[in-house]
């Protein structure tokens, strides 16, 4: 009987359980949506026991599916997770002390702000590869101890457990047996040193962090315990951010490969080998994984509002009653008519790093309506992408032979069409765009030892539909900085 790998595909809007093959096919699939709370302006809270609840939920689900027949062929599990969300929990009950802290949460920018000395940026940036920014985790673990009544002298006891959205999984799924987490997700916290691969004491004095709530940092394949939730002990083997994981399940394995998914944020991710690459122009570095000890490395650019402008677009002003919906309202209309829309609702993230900057319609006459300001919405998905890919050639990395895309988004095919137009670049979607939950199971069938190495992986990609560019210069450089000139009217320093 073949083998099956299940993954935990926890992400900021949904909680995915999925079960594939070893040749990367998807045979069962459980889904829920995760409530998002928005307590004051720039807030975002999840409550951590949904967060588990939901991924205990779909894992039974997905191994209740007629394909899978329970866990008997289940090698085992990997899980990928919203990254830099930040939990802190009583080790001896495992129940959190507050609402987790969501990585687009801006409640810590004038903290940020008071500690982004030249002195201090310069040390953060060298030792993690990151900026000081809300976006990560230290301040909002900082923030969280000050907050909470007695969580520092609590801390200080040893009785509380910080973890990213994988940390807290994992010690729900060993019922409280293992704190840990992979390198990938540690390199998110502000606290790590990506080059020595280890906590850091001078990053967790600034950040003012007991070094007695840190999980033990792992490979991204290995050992992570077992869990016996499902009836019957189930290693698990595999780990890492969704954005790394990502990578892993688009087969970016070498230097120059890069990948960008299309979820709730989007996040570009190239790879770039064993040593890492600094940039000029306000990317970040990052871990890509660690595999036997050995850390590959990534370029990343992060934007903060990708599908989550198209739920905005749902939710709060109820222009769509389905983010499907946006497709054949961008179709039909020739062009936005000048519109712009600067999706900055939770500040700008790469390569601005503006978290006071604020969203913004512009450009508007009486001829724009629905449509308009739809397109607009996904243009600005595009323009972002723009930038970040712009950021990377203007470090000197090779224009990319072609994109692999992935997430929620990338269904709409006007979305990629303009994509590729906007990038002058090759899209290509792939046959599964489950992306991040297959690099999961990947990464879990490694740990089990069921590949024999990252080849075996690579083999299974396959192409879905590629969108060559269309678009000729003169439109999509007068369209593009158009794009600028709106961004630049919603950044904090704008008069
Ligand atoms: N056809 C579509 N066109 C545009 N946006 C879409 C479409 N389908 C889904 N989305 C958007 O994609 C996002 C969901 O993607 P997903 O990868 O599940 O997100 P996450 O992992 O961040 O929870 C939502 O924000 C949704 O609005
Ligand atoms: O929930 P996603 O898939 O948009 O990913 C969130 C990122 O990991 C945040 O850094």
């Known amino acids: 009987m073949s083998s099956l790998l299940l993954a935990i595909d926890q992400g900021t809007t949904s909680t995915r359980a999925m079960v594939f093959d070893t040749a990367g096919r998807a045979v069962a699939r459980a889904q829920l949506e995760l409530p998002q709370f928005f307590p004051r302006p720039g807030w975002v809270e999840h409550d951590p026991n949904i967060v588990w609840q939901h991924a205990l939920q779909t894992c039974r689900a997905a191994l209740a599916a007629p394909e899978v027949g329970g866990t008997a062929r289940i090698a085992a599990i990997g899980v990928a997770n919203q990254r830099e969300t930040t939990v802190l929990w009583e080790r001896k009950s495992g129940a959190p002390l507050a609402p987790a802290i969501v990585w687009q949460d801006r409640r810590t920018a004038e903290r ?35 907050a909470v009544p007695g969580a520092r002298e609590r801390a200080r006891r040893g009785e509380l457990a910080f973890g990213t959205i994988d940390s807290f999984l994992l010690w729900r799924l060993t019922e409280g047996r293992v704190h840990a987490t992979d390198a990938s997700n540690a390199a998110r916290t502000l606290l790590f040193d990506i080059h020595r691969q280890a906590w850091d004491d001078e990053l967790l004095a600034l950040f003012d962090i007991p070094a007695s709530l840190l999980p033990e940092v792992r490979d991204n394949a290995g050992d992570f315990g077992v869990t016996t939730l499902f009836g019957r002990a189930i290693p698990i083997t595999g780990m890492a951010g969704d954005q ?68 905005w677009l749902r939710d709060a002003v109820g222009l769509i009653h389905h983010a499907g919906d946006t497709e054949a309202l961008a179709r039909e209309v020739p062009d936005t008519g000048g519109v712009y829309l600067v999706p900055a609702f939770t500040g700008l993230g790469a390569p601005y790093w503006d978290p006071l900057a604020r969203g913004a319609i512009l450009g508007l006459t009486r001829d724009s309506g629905i449509r308009e300001i739809v397109r607009a919405a996904l243009e600005s998905v595009c323009y972002q992408t723009r930038d970040l890919v712009d950021a990377m050639r203007a470090d000197g990395a090779p224009p990319p032979a072609a994109l692999r895309v992935d997430g929620g988004m990338v269904g ?28 999961a199971a990947y990464l879990a069938g490694l740990g089990a030892g069921l590949y024999a190495g990252l080849d075996e992986i690579a083999a299974n990609w396959r192409l879905q539909k590629a969108f060559s560019p269309q678009m000729d210069e003169e439109r999509r450089e007068a369209l593009y900085l158009g794009w600028h000139n709106a961004v630049r009217r919603t950044l904090s320093g704008a008069t």
């Open 112 to 146: 940020c702000a008071a500690l982004a000395t030249p002195a201090n940026a310069a040390l953060v940036a060298g030792r993690t590869g990151l900026v000081i920014d809300p976006y990560f985790s230290a301040t909002k673990l900082s923030w969280l101890l000050d």
């Open 244 to 311: 790394q994981a990502a990578t892993v399940g688009q087969a970016c394995f070498s230097p120059g490969d890069v990948k960008s998914t299309y979820g709730t944020g989007c996040f570009v991710v190239q790879h770039t080998g064993e040593t890492p690459v600094a940039s000029n122009n306000r990317l970040l570095t990052t871990v890509c994984y660690r595999l036997a000890g050995r850390t590959s490395y990534a370029i990343e650019g992060s934007i903060f509002v990708a599908g989550a402008a198209v739920q």
């Open 412 to 439: 709409n095919d006007w979305l990629m069409q303009f994509l590729a137009d906007m990038l002058a670049v090759r899209v290509e979607r792939p046959a599964v765009t489950e992306t991040t939950a297959l690099g």
